[in-house]
């Protein structure tokens, strides 16, 4: 067979890819191609016509130096000259460069159009072929407009050559892919279906794929298809290995055509022709029969043929699902798969498993082999052959295997890879709370997930378990028990710590007989935490100790004292500051009675949808389906507690839905417990009445703040005295605040002094303040100018305080400066497509932060628009399929860094609820831009 | 080569994290790599790899073949094919890449039929 010899057609274009490779630098390359591109330039410019063959070697240069990397912005033209050449070589070139660098000039595309016209029309199948590709290879609207009529007629025309046809086919369907309003195949449906008789292999290996395309968008017009597709599928298999001739591979009968055929039945359901059904049915016993034989051939290449057709048949017997004889059959033989050397068949054998094992024919075959699967788990050596183990050791548990199942799926975690911890810790808790028949499984389960896995426990996991004690009597006491044991660990994780304060807040007292576990003894148990966890963690753990206060008079006193301790009462976050306050002031001015009443056992939780079941849908992993098909019938006896509970714990309920956070995290929920029993709810207003003056005048107000996040001018705060105005404006990571300091009254302000204070140590914000003048005349107004250089993200924003003597009294007012991270926003504009991409590209858990919240305002579009737009982003149109969703987009510009960020609301104006999802590339900012936009709304 | 729409940038991205997801992986590793939202089947050949990047329900070892199949194609055609024929005759790879693989999916399997039709186009001037 002649070759092609390397100095074979253009030695000008040898010589030049032998200087660039011997170039020794990328400085030497470069400058190489610089001359050459003067040289070419130079050649295109000059006044001498270039002939066909110089013009095809220069071009043909470009292109080269473009795949090397580099910009080419001249030379279509000369490209375009090409194809009118009546030399296949010429012509190949300038098709080539077309398709490689295609150019969205709309007088150089019309030129290429009629170039390609020529060609369609030229009766020559090398030049249609050529025209053909160019036209599948660039697939843009302008060539749809152009061709999408004509090609149709060619593919089906008597006349035409078999090569251009198999071009014709795959041309048109990606014409239909680009632009499918623009193919219209209606008359010529009937005869493409008729291709797959075609006698020519080749020409029906190129046009299944159109029609398997069309089929699955139009089932109907193309449903003849089966019948010829089986009617075909059963020659090949029927034939001996040495029928087929050319398109034998390996001593396989044409592989690539069994599967695209196999492929094209998957888009139908079982056929109803009992004849057709027939034949299939004994195609795909063969199929399996052959799996038996021995191979013909020790070629990996035979047996990756074979096996090839092989999952192709499974995956229809799947999809049919209504065999059982071979679905068992299709179970064993992959079974067999399970323990082969190669690794790919491996894989492929547990992935197709994991569907076999959601079909009620093939679940219990599946199952037998289980314990080859949990050896795949902890023995392969690739991490997606394990992830594969993994998802089906999901799929096929059930009540008998998942205690089994469960602990296989622990122990590895482990040393499980951490890109799939977060979602085997996920797929623990689902089959942990699905399968539990005692509840003290379920949390021991759970607790040791924590113990194991602890960062990779998202909230929902925590959330789910305390919903199941807390509506579940039997295994309140255990929890109890359990958790407390759990927390003797020296170093436990945060997590950990947050069950356990909220469990024994609530159940401590199950355990509190044992002199081992006796109120002090747990109490301090969990203050020894509290040093070494969270803000959000602490103040969980002050509701809880006020909820000891509750159950067990005797801790009062020891934890008055520690509410009262400095490192509470004055903590410098407000949160923690507010709670360390009115629990303070809730123990020794309350009675036991309201005591009891505010702090309640929290009633049951009402049935819903598990929040990690929702979380690992919104995942990947084949698995969830079939869990989520189950789901409905377990759901009655996983959680007893029914609809018992009333009215408080719908109104629980109702809290808990816009934020998970808000129903766990103790007394915030005074404002659901108030509704419910409107007694004591009023008697707690009292008491923070009075409460009221002493608590606030050490805080800080806040309400100004939030006002400010998605708008830079306005009132800040506002008295009988003094009003302050802002004004402001941000550029990159810098900003420029005014404030405008109005004395309402006729009389002046003296000592007025202001300050602006940032409280944490590191700095993470530059603040420069001009001193205003110590006199404010009544009714005068001054101007302060506050310069703001963000260093880092940011959560706490700097401190403004004022004090000054009116009428000789000393008024003192903090606030805080509406700073927020999203003020150094710019805003970003980007199409759909990058939009998505990049969100794809921040999917790991923690780039991601969620709330679901109650809408507190109206739910107008235009106000929400303007929201978001002042929150600093771009808000990007028709990127979210759902013209009801929002999508935005910008990048915090701060010194040390840019951080790019994806935000996506979707309003649900029935419920009047949002979801507000923030992706960014940096954990702090995602969360912190939630927390602030969830409250704009 | 693009069968799906993307900016020059883009292209130059992918190709980076294509290298980079399946260079590392050793031979006792399966030869298909999730990626992005599909999936990547290649194979190795001495220094070179060759990837295909396929929709995630697609059949994996036909695509596999489908590549050894291709190699085999160019073996027959440059005779012992070598990079360097690869990388001096680049724009004849792209005629046989258009005569096996089109618009994303398979034109023709027959090695004889391939090689019969380049070489009549090479004979072609």
């Given at each position: 067979m002649p070759a092609v010899s390397k100095g074979d057609g253009m030695r000008g274009l040898a010589v030049f890819i032998s200087d660039i490779r011997n170039c020794k630098s990328k400085e030497a390359e470069i400058k190489r191609i610089n001359k050459e591109l003067a040289n070419i330039r130079s050649k295109f410019k000059g006044d001498k016509a270039l002939d066909g063959y110089s013009k095809k070697k220069y071009v043909c240069k470009l292109l080269f130096i473009f795949l090397l990397g580099h910009d080419i912005d001249f030379g279509h033209m000369e490209a375009v000259n090409l194809l009118s050449s009546n030399k296949y070589t010429e012509k190949q070139i300038g098709y080539l460069f077309i398709s490689v660098l295609v150019n969205s000039n709309s007088e150089l595309i019309r030129l290429i159009n009629n170039a390609i016209k020529n060609d369609l029309s030229s009766r020559n199948p090398t030049f249609m072929c050529l025209a053909l590709h160019c036209i599948a290879n660039v697939g843009s609207r302008e060539m749809a407009e152009a061709f999408a009529g004509e090609i149709p007629r060619i593919l089906v025309a008597g006349d035409t050559m078999d090569s251009v046809k198999q071009s014709a086919a795959l041309c048109l369907l990606r014409l239909y892919k680009a632009s499918p309003d623009l193919v219209l195949m209606g008359e010529w449906t009937s005869r493409v279906v008729h291709l797959l008789n075609d006698q020519h292999m080749g020409v029906v290996t190129a046009a299944i794929s159109l029609i398997t395309c069309l089929s699955s968008k139009n089932p109907d017009e193309f449903k003849t298809c089966v019948s010829l597709a089986v009617s075909r599928l059963s020659r090949i298999v029927s034939s001996a290995s040495t029928d087929l001739q050319d398109y034998t591979y390996y001593f396989v009968p044409a592989p690539w055509l069994s599967c695209k055929l196999l492929r094209l039945l998957q888009c139908y359901p079982p056929p109803e022709d009992g004849a057709v059904k027939g034949r299939l049915v004994e195609c795909l016993e063969t199929i399996l029969n052959k799996a038996q034989e021995p191979p013909k051939s020790k070629k990996v290449q035979h047996s990756n043929a074979k096996n090839a057709i092989l999952f192709e048949a499974i995956s229809l017997i799947i999809h049919y699902d209504s065999e059982p004889n071979l679905l068992v059959r299709a179970c064993n033989q992959l079974g067999q798969f399970l323990q082969h050397r190669e690794t790919n068949l491996r894989y492929l054998a547990l992935e197709s498993m994991c569907t076999l094992a959601s079909s009620e024919f093939s679940h219990e075959a599946v199952k037998t082999h289980i314990e080859t699967v949990i050896n795949a788990l902890k023995t392969e050596r690739d991490v997606s052959v394990r992830q594969r183990a993994a998802d089906l050791l999901y799929a096929m548990c059930d009540r008998s295997n998942a205690k089994q199942i469960v602990a296989e799926m622990l122990s590895y975690l482990e040393t499980a890879d951490y890109s799939i911890r977060?979602?085997?810790?996920?797929?623990?808790?689902?089959?942990?709370?699905?399968?539990?028949?005692?509840?003290?499984?379920?949390?021991?389960?759970?607790?040791?997930?924590?113990?194991?896995?602890?960062?990779?426990?998202?909230?929902?996991?925590?959330?789910?378990?305390?919903?199941?004690?807390?509506?579940?009597?039997?295994?309140?006491?255990?929890?109890?028990?359990?958790?407390?044991?759990?927390?003797?660990?020296?170093?436990?994780?945060?997590?950990?710590?947050?069950?356990?304060?909220?469990?024994?807040?609530?159940?401590?007292?199950?355990?509190?007989?044992?002199?081992?576990?006796?109120?002090?003894?747990?109490?301090?148990?969990?203050?020894?935490?509290?040093?070494?966890?969270?803000v959000p963690t602490r103040a969980l753990l002050l509701s809880a100790y006020i909820k000891f206060i509750n159950l067990f008079p005797e801790t009062k006193a020891t934890i008055q004292e520690v509410l009262r301790s400095d490192s509470q009462i004055r903590n410098s976050d407000v949160e923690l500051q507010q709670r360390a306050v009115e629990y303070l002031k809730l123990s020794s001015i309350a009675s036991t009675d309201v005591l009891a009443t505010v702090l309640e056992e929290m009633p049951p939780f009402p049935e819903r949808e598990s929040s990690i079941l929702a979380k690992l849908k919104k995942k990947k992993g084949p698995g969830a389906v079939s869990v989520e098909l189950e789901d409905g019938k377990e759901r009655g006896e996983l959680n007893g507690g029914g609809d018992r509970g009333g009215d408080a714990a719908i109104a629980a309920s109702n809290a808990s839905t816009p934020s998970p956070s808000a129903d766990l995290l103790g007394l915030r929920s005074a404002a659901p417990v108030s509704g419910a029993t409107p007694s004591a709810g009023s008697l707690l207003v009292d008491v923070f009445s009075e409460a009221g003056p002493a608590a606030t005048s050490a805080g800080v107000n806040d309400d100004g703040f939030l006002r400010f996040v998605c708008k830079n001018n306005g009132v800040l705060f506002e008295n009988q005295?003094?009003?302050?105005?802002?004004?402001?404006?941000?550029?990159?990571?810098?900003?420029?605040?005014?404030?405008?300091?109005?004395?309402?009254?006729?009389?002046?302000?003296?000592?007025?002094?202001?300050?602006?204070?940032?409280?944490?140590?590191?700095?993470?914000?530059?603040?420069?303040t001009k001193t205003v003048e110590p006199l404010v005349e009544g009714g005068a107004q001054v101007q302060q100018v506050i310069n703001i250089e963000c260093l880092t993200d940011f959560i706490d924003a700097p401190l403004l305080n004022i004090k000054f003597r009116y009428g000789g009294a000393l008024q003192n007012i903090s606030l805080k400066l509406p700073v927020t991270i999203n003020k150094f926003f710019q805003p970003t504009e980007m199409a759909a497509a990058d939009f998505f991409q990049r969100w794809k590209q921040l999917s790991q858990p923690q780039q991601e932060a969620q709330k679901i919240f109650k809408a507190s305002h109206g739910m107008d579009t235009e106000v929400l628009k303007a929201k978001l737009l002042g929150l600093g982003t771009a808000l990007l149109e028709n990127v979210d399929p759902n013209p009801e969703n929002y999508v935005c987009a910008g990048v915090i510009q701060t010194k040390a860094q840019q951080v790019g960020c994806l935000l996506r609301l979707e309003p649900n104006a029935q419920a009047q609820m949002y979801r507000l999802t923030l992706r960014s590339s940096k954990d702090t900012v995602s969360q912190r831009v939630c927390d602030l936009l969830a409250e704009q709304f | 080569k693009w069968y799906m729409q993307f900016d020059d940038d883009e292209k130059q991205k992918l190709i980076e994290e294509v290298h980079a997801v399946v260079t590392v992986r050793d031979a006792k590793h399966t030869n298909f790599v999730e990626f992005r939202n599909f999936k990547i089947i290649y194979r190795r050949y001495a220094g070179l790899y060759f990837c295909i990047c396929v929709d995630v329900t697609d059949n994996n070892l036909a695509y596999l073949e489908g590549i050894h199949n291709f190699v085999e194609v160019l073996n027959e055609y440059f005779h012992n094919v070598c990079e360097l024929d690869l990388v001096f005759n680049f724009y004849k790879v792209y005629t046989v890449v258009d005569e096996m693989f089109l618009a994303g999916e398979i034109r023709e399997t027959s090695q004889t039929k391939v090689l019969k039709q380049l070489l009549m186009l090479q004979s072609l001037e």
């Open positions: 977060e979602e085997m810790v996920l797929k623990v808790a689902i089959l942990a709370e699905k399968y539990a028949v005692d509840y003290s499984w379920y949390v021991d389960t759970i607790l040791n997930l924590i113990r194991i896995a602890g960062d990779y426990v998202s909230e929902e996991v925590w959330y789910r378990v305390i919903q199941i004690v807390i509506n579940r009597d039997d295994v309140q006491g255990y929890a109890a028990k359990t958790v407390f044991e759990a927390l003797q660990a020296p170093a436990c994780h945060e997590n950990m710590v947050k069950v356990g304060g909220y469990i024994l807040g609530e159940f401590g007292n199950l355990i509190a007989g044992d002199p081992r576990s006796s109120p002090l003894v747990q109490f301090n148990l969990l203050h020894s935490k509290f040093h070494l966890c969270s005295l003094l009003q302050i105005g802002i004004k402001s404006e941000y550029r990159q990571n810098l900003g420029r605040m005014y404030l405008f300091y109005g004395n309402k009254t006729s009389v002046q302000f003296v000592s007025f002094n202001t300050t602006v204070s940032y409280e944490i140590k590191s700095r993470i914000l530059n603040v420069q | -």
